[in-house]
Every structure is written in structure tokens, then in C-alpha cells.
């Protein structure tokens, strides 16, 4: 069995865009529930570091720091737009004996949900992904754009400590370009029990589907749970969570285990909260 440690450093960088935010700062269990929601109304940028070991033919390390700005827009009293990017700066192992690492930019997936502004209990969010050809290096990505439909939904109220729901996309290849076309999947869905001061278990496996890859490689389907809190470092919320997950399947030259650590600052609501 291969072993695949990862691990994760979420950083969010505060954007001092609201002055009230400080006067109507949300309690430790409310922030919890707010940074389980993917179309929250929230202002971050999340810096995410996995490291995966034991990668590719010659278990090589791999390292990929996602930057993962999420900016919501207020288009009017009833509907927001959740914009969310991932800016992956990839350090990839050599595949080949004599073949050195490579390090850059990755190919940029960047989604925006329609979400409405003043949903309760039932929360969704629906909308399109884009993955733009960006990366620095050929080994880094894929010359063809993307594009697809994205979704999310789940079930939040304020005196119910269980947040759970899920996310989806499917982007396929568009257009031209000298490296393979593509069909990718994804699902998360996660689970979230929250107990007083903030503390939070969780799971949110990150389920994938290559739908152009033989059927006997076409899955990773992991499973796994993980424990988190907010703790206040003067007046900035730090989420802190740990896990792990094992893959029951996963493509060959992948590891089974992972582990991860990750820590965030996380912005203050900028609206209504939900």
C-alpha cells in the first residue's frame, strides 16, 4: 500500500474592506458555521500548501499551493454572487529518471454561484466553473480551456449544530490544443457537528471522476474526518482544523492515506448573515 502524506496550511489574508465588521463581530459558534458554508458572505483568501508524497512512477514529493481568493458580490437586496478562484503553484516530482522537478503556475479554475441573499434552513448556490490554460510549464497543466456547471447546497440554521450539504462541478476541455482532451468530475460533499466555543468535527471527502481514463482508473474516492475551532488572536478568527482521509479507490501510482493540518484567518461577515 502506498502512503501518501499531505499537508495542508490555510492561510486567509483579512481584507479591512468593512469598518463595522469589527462592531458586529460574530460569536466563535456562529464564525464555525459561516466557514462551513461555501457561499457565505465572507471576504477571504485562503492559502492552502498539500504536500503529497510518493507520487507518480518514481514516488516522488509533490507540492501544491493553492491560493483561493473568495470574493461575494451584493447584486441586490435578494441575490449575491460567490466568486471563488484556485491559483495552484505546483512543485511536480520528475516522472522519468534524469527528469528534475518543475516548479510554477497551474491552470487557473476560477467559479461564480448566484446564491440568494436571505436563504434560511435550505442554502444554495448554482452557477458556472471556468478552467483557464495558465500554467507556466507544460507539465503543470493542460493547453485547453474548460468549462462547465457548478453547484452547491446544504442545510444550515442557527440553533442546529449539524451543517451538512454538498458541491459539484464537471468541467469539460474546450476549443483546441495540443495536449489530450478532458472530462473531470468532482463532488464533496460534508458533514459538519458543531459543539460549544467554536470546536467542530467534520468530514469533507473530495470525491473525482476522469471520465476519459479507463474505468479501472477513473476514481479516488476517499473517506476520512477531521476536528476544528476557531480561536481569536486579538481581534482576528483563526479557524484550526486537523484529519485525515484513506482512499478505498483511487487511479494506481496514488497513495491511499493522507493527513492533513491546516490553519486560517477568516473575514468577518460583510452582510446578512446565514
Same mark, same amino acid.
Given at each position: ?20 465588521? @469589527?462592531?458586529?463581530?460574530?460569536? @466563535?459558534?456562529?464564525?464555525? /458555521? ?5 457561499? @457565505? ?22 507540492? +501544491? ?5 473568495? %470574493? *461575494?458580490?451584493?447584486?441586490? /437586496? ?8 484556485? !491559483?495552484? =503553484? %505546483? ?14 503556475? #497551474? ?5 461564480? $454561484? ?5 436563504? &434560511?434552513? $435550505? +442554502? ?28 452547491? &447546497? ?35 460533499? $460534508?458533514?459538519?457537528?458543531?459543539? *460549544? ?6 468530514? @469533507? ?15 479516488? =474516492?476517499?473517506?476520512?474526518? #477531521?476536528?476544528?475551532? %476557531?480561536?481569536?488572536?486579538?481581534? !482576528? *478568527? ?5 484529519? &485525515? ?7 494506481? /501510482? ?9 490553519? &486560517? ?10
Amino acid at each position: 500500500m502506498s502512503v501518501v502524506p499531505s499537508t495542508v496550511l490555510a492561510l486567509a489574508l483579512f481584507a479591512a474592506l468593512n469598518p463595522s465588521a @469589527a462592531r458586529a463581530a460574530p460569536t @466563535a459558534e456562529e464564525l464555525a /458555521k459561516m466557514v462551513q458554508n461555501p457561499v @457565505a458572505n465572507l471576504i477571504n483568501v485562503p492559502l492552502q500548501n498539500n504536500t503529497n508524497f510518493n507520487v507518480g512512477p518514481l514516488s516522488g514529493t509533490q507540492n +501544491i499551493l493553492n491560493i483561493q481568493p473568495v %470574493i *461575494p458580490v451584493n447584486l441586490n /437586496k435578494d441575490w449575491n454572487l460567490i466568486t471563488r478562484s484556485i !491559483l495552484p =503553484v %505546483i512543485t511536480q516530482p520528475g516522472f522519468v529518471h534524469d527528469q528534475g522537478s518543475t516548479t510554477g503556475l #497551474g491552470d487557473i479554475q476560477f467559479s461564480a $454561484f448566484v446564491s440568494p441573499a436571505n436563504a &434560511a434552513g $435550505f +442554502i444554495w448556490g448554482a452557477g458556472a466553473i471556468v478552467q483557464a490554460p495558465t500554467h507556466s510549464n507544460d507539465r503543470l497543466g493542460n493547453d485547453r480551456w474548460g468549462l462547465g456547471p457548478t453547484a452547491v &447546497a446544504l442545510h444550515l440554521r442557527p440553533c442546529d449544530p449539524w451543517v451538512y450539504g454538498a458541491l459539484v462541478n464537471n468541467v469539460w476541455s474546450v476549443g483546441s490544443g495540443n495536449d489530450p482532451s478532458y472530462n473531470n468530475f468532482l463532488l464533496q460533499p $460534508f458533514v459538519n457537528y458543531n459543539l *460549544p466555543g467554536g470546536v467542530y468535527i467534520n468530514s @469533507a471527502p473530495l470525491i473525482t471522476a476522469n471520465w476519459k481514463a479507463d474505468s479501472s482508473q477513473r476514481w479516488t =474516492v476517499p473517506l476520512g474526518a #477531521g476536528v476544528g475551532k %476557531i480561536l481569536h488572536f486579538g481581534p !482576528l *478568527p483563526v479557524n484550526m482544523q486537523m484529519g &485525515a482521509h484513506y482512499n478505498v479507490v483511487t487511479p494506481d /501510482k496514488r497513495g491511499r492515506l493522507a493527513v492533513a493540518l491546516a490553519d &486560517a484567518v477568516h473575514v468577518p461577515e460583510i452582510g446578512p448573515s446565514r
